[in-house]
């Protein structure tokens, strides 16, 4: 070690900087990548099942899953994610024209889980239980722990339109909720291609 | 103090406790030295839990069938509870929150140079959700049925069929427990990780950091990156253990093999989680008694980067004769040698910082020397078995349990008393007594390799884990053996006599021991410039909060004459004050502070109320 390294010129420390990313964002980014390793888990799971089970998948005798209506759901779903880009846009250049597309992220998405709702009042009719199969069982602790995560979601876009509409809504509590909205969103469609198809 | 910004009281309910009651102090404190302490002691009483099981369970396999004092018979039952728990209460009640959560808490925002932690309440709320968790675990073993006793990796279908756990409501609730202890240190790994990017003092570069922060940061992010399969992986358990579904029963479809592989890419990882804080620790401590530079402060941080992402990728070896295709074992086989090296490495690395250094065998020195010495042997018998051809033999067998506590104590115990004796003048503003120390040093060292020592031959000559009694195994019962499983329980009962004499110095020590100066080891990171103990808020009752001009362990520096060169002074020549600087720069001033972090929901709370007095 040379004298220089120690004595190495150093910027004149200044008060405090700005964070990078606000904290709060920086925290739901950590949290939602826990939570991409979750869903990672149980796809690895799902994947492992499928492909060992012997008599194809669904197995047979097994009520079909509904393919058309859940695809039109995904796209409420995937549009309820736009609604919330554009919030998020606008936010920034005037905050009170978020209150629409803040409005619509929220419809949507409760449109979205109602949808389930009924989707799955409908398989349980048909006899698709979670005890009857591994497929069954899979499908719904998957899909419910989606809409479980698509519920705290929506509580999330309402606390943020509460404030926005009181304005004390922040930046980046915005693009927090965003983070996690943004993410039950896109954990969707794989979800999708997995499971139903 | 400038503190008493207007905006604190916006909250409504939330902030209006009339006044500071001791259980407002010590229950319901966001200071994060308080919960620090609260993590602390709250481990240390699963410790004593976890090896009074201990003590419980070797009885019974030194003197089997007999009554053991303070406990009476030890049914097959109670031997398989206690066992698990044991396993489950060392590693996720007393590792992980004692060297990560407590040392975490307490250290990172006073080496860092700020007040707190970034979003206080939510520590708050880590802490006494990990309280309720320990609690849960605790009352599993009084249900009907009795504990869990399906061992501390739970594999089905032992633990999701209650006809052979036999343990309907313990398995369970055990499930629970570990599952509420997870959420609880994702609350506080996120805390701690968003803490060292954003809270940094001033002029604190990413390699100005000191060592054990980075360790404790790196071990939150592979906490966080691995425990996500793992609660998939918990919740299907139980789902199939009360709901009826048939994730791991191979008779419906399922696979019980699924569990294994969730588990161990959690598991793996996890024991990196407790290594490196251990050896974050550790390389505080061998600088500053060494009185050398640590060597390769780069090097051991790209190491254990590497270490973590290694980690990884090779999880598979606890699963070698689980049914796994051979060319898979192959594959794992190489990943688990190559993670061999970086750890080897840091050993090195240590050994190389303690080359040629003063170094002064004070009580937290020589444990510090003793995990470095302990860990190689764990890590050395971890080779043979990583190699699949020879773990075939000792998979399951005893040299499997001695080779993990060689791991696991250096870091679970000796890392701990490590950080504990070191860090107790700033905890508790008071000093151990040394000679008791370093007794009590020796009568748990030697004690510990005369208990694994004899683990490690009954495990070659084939001495099966998790067996009740060896009485009904003639092979494994002959007069030699059990000599040697004598010998071990008999230095269990040696060790935690000792341990005794740690506790009357410890809690001596917190009332009447000598008192400590600011600095009293001359070292150099910002933890040192607080009062001992540290003043709430940390730094804010001095003239400014700290600004750091160098690295963490500039010792010996050849233009000083004093030989160590804190962090926080300021280059000779240069007033302390930050000179005239171009930009109009705002003075790291707590107000200040407060102000930028208005919108932050959590951060503004408690500075102000705790501190007003
Ligand atoms: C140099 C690095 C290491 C290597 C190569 C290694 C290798 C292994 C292997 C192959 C096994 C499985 C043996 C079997 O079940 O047949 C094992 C078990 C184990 N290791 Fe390590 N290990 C290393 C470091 C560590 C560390 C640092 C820890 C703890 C902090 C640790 C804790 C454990 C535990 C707890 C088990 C037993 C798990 C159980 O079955 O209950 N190991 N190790
Ligand atoms: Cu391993």
Redesign the interface.
């Known amino acids: 070690m040379t004298a220089s390294t120690a004595a190495r010129p150093r910027p004149i420390p200044r008060g405090k900087r700005p964070p990078l990313i606000p904290s709060n964002v920086l925290a739901m980014v950590l949290f939602t990548l826990t939570e991409l390793m979750f869903f990672a888990g149980l796809f690895s799971a799902f994947m492992v099942a499928k492909g060992m089970a012997t008599d194809g998948w669904p197995p047979a005798g097994q009520p079909r899953l509904p393919v058309e209506e859940t695809a039109f759901n995904t796209v409420a779903l995937l549009a309820s994610g736009v609604a919330l880009y554009i919030a998020g846009r606008r936010f920034s250049v005037a905050p009170q024209s978020a209150k629409m597309p803040m409005l619509v992220a929220i419809g949507l998405a409760s449109f979205f889980v109602a949808f389930q709702g009924v989707e799955w009042v409908q398989l349980v009719g048909e006899g698709l239980v979670l005890s009857t199969s591994t497929h069954g069982s899979f499908f719904y602790v998957m899909v419910g722990l989606h809409a479980l995560h698509a519920i705290i979601a929506i509580f999330a876009l309402y606390w943020a339109y509460r404030r926005l509409k009181a304005e004390t809504l922040v930046k980046s509590q915005l693009t927090t909720v965003q983070v996690f909205w943004f993410f039950v969103v896109g954990v969707w469609p794989v979800l999708y291609f997995q499971i139903y198809l | 103090m400038a503190t008493a910004a207007p905006h604190a009281h916006d909250h409504g309910h939330d902030d209006a406790h009339p006044e500071e009651s001791w259980v407002i102090k010590y229950l319901w404190s966001t200071d994060h030295k308080i919960i620090g302490l609260q993590y602390l002691f709250t481990g240390m009483a699963m410790a004593i839990i976890g090896g009074y099981f201990a003590y419980a369970f070797r009885m019974q396999l030194a003197f089997p069938g007999e009554s053991v004092p303070t406990y009476g018979v030890v049914s097959p039952a109670q031997y398989n509870a206690m066992v698990t728990n044991h396993g489950t209460i060392m590693i996720f009640w007393v590792a992980m929150p004692v060297l990560i959560a407590a040392f975490g808490n307490f250290l990172i925002p006073l080496m860092l140079g700020c007040d707190d932690m970034?979003?206080p309440r939510?520590n708050r709320l880590s802490y006494q959700i990990f309280l309720l968790s320990a609690l849960v675990l605790i009352a599993s073993f009084f249900v009907p049925g009795g504990g869990f006793g399906g061992a501390w990796t739970s594999y089905p279908p032992l633990s999701s069929e209650a006809g052979y756990s036999l343990t309907p409501l313990g398995s369970t609730i055990w499930l629970l427990a570990v599952a509420l202890e997870f959420v609880a240190f994702?609350l506080g790994?996120?805390?701690f990780?968003?803490t060292t990017?954003?809270s940094r003092a001033?002029?604190m570069k990413y390699t100005d950091i000191p060592m054990v922060v980075w360790m404790i940061v790196l071990a939150s992010i592979i906490f966080?990156?691995?425990?996500?399969?793992?609660?998939?992986?918990a919740?299907?358990l139980l789902?199939d253990q009360n709901?009826?579904?048939?994730?791991f029963d191979p008779t419906?479809?399922?696979?019980p093999l699924?569990w294994q592989?969730?588990f161990w890419?959690f598991g793996h990882p996890e024991v990196y989680v407790v290594l490196l804080p251990a050896m974050g620790i550790v390389a505080e401590i061998i600088t500053t008694f060494a009185r050398k530079?640590l060597f390769g402060y780069k090097t051991v941080l790209y190491t254990a980067i590497a270490t973590g992402i290694l980690s990884f990728f090779v999880w598979a070896h606890h699963q070698f004769v689980a049914g796994i295709d051979p060319r898979m074992a192959n594959l794992f086989t190489a990943t688990t040698v190559l993670i061999s090296i970086p750890i080897a490495e840091m050993c090195f690395v240590y050994i190389g910082t303690l080359y040629g250094g003063s170094i002064r065998f004070t009580t937290p020195m020589l444990w510090a020397l003793a995990f470095i010495f302990e860990f190689l042997i764990g890590g050395v018998t971890g080779i043979f078995l990583g190699a699949s051809g020879s773990d075939i033999y000792f998979h399951d067998t005893y040299f499997v349990l001695a080779h993990f506590h060689y791991t696991f104590f250096p870091i679970a115990i000796i890392g701990t008393f490590a950080a504990l004796t070191y860090w107790f003048p700033k905890m508790f503003g008071r000093h151990l007594n040394e000679s008791l120390g370093k007794i009590h040093f020796w009568g748990t060292v030697i004690p510990f390799n005369m208990i694994f020592i004899p683990l490690f031959i009954l495990g070659v000559g084939g001495q099966h884990r998790r067996i009740y009694s060896y009485e009904h195994f003639p092979e494994l019962f002959q007069p030699w053996q059990q000599d040697l499983r004598v010998m071990a329980t008999v230095s269990l009962l040696v060790m935690l006599v000792f341990q005794a004499l740690f506790l009357m110095n410890f809690f001596y020590s917190i009332f009447k021991g000598k008192k400590a100066s600011k600095n009293p080891y001359n070292a150099n990171t910002l933890e040192w410039l607080a009062d001992s103990p540290p003043a709430h808020g940390n730094f804010l009752h001095l003239a400014e909060m700290p600004?750091?001009?160098?690295?963490p362990y500039?010792f010996n520096?050849?233009?000083r004459d004093e030989d160590y060169?804190p962090q926080w002074l300021p280059?000779e020549g240069v007033s302390a004050a930050?000179?005239a600087?171009p930009?109009p720069?705002?003075?790291?001033?707590p107000a200040?502070?407060s102000a930028?972090?208005d919108?932050?929901?959590d951060?503004d709370q408690d500075s102000d109320e705790e501190s007003a007095s």
């Open positions: 970034v979003f939510i994702l790994g996120i805390n990780i968003t990017m954003n001033p002029g966080m990156a691995s425990v996500g399969p793992l609660i998939a992986g919740i299907m789902f709901l009826g579904t048939h994730f419906a479809g399922g696979d699924l592989h969730l890419f530079k600004v750091v001009h160098r690295g500039e520096h050849p233009d060169w280059p930050p000179p600087d930009e720069a705002a003075d790291p001033e200040d502070e930028d972090q919108a932050d929901q951060s």
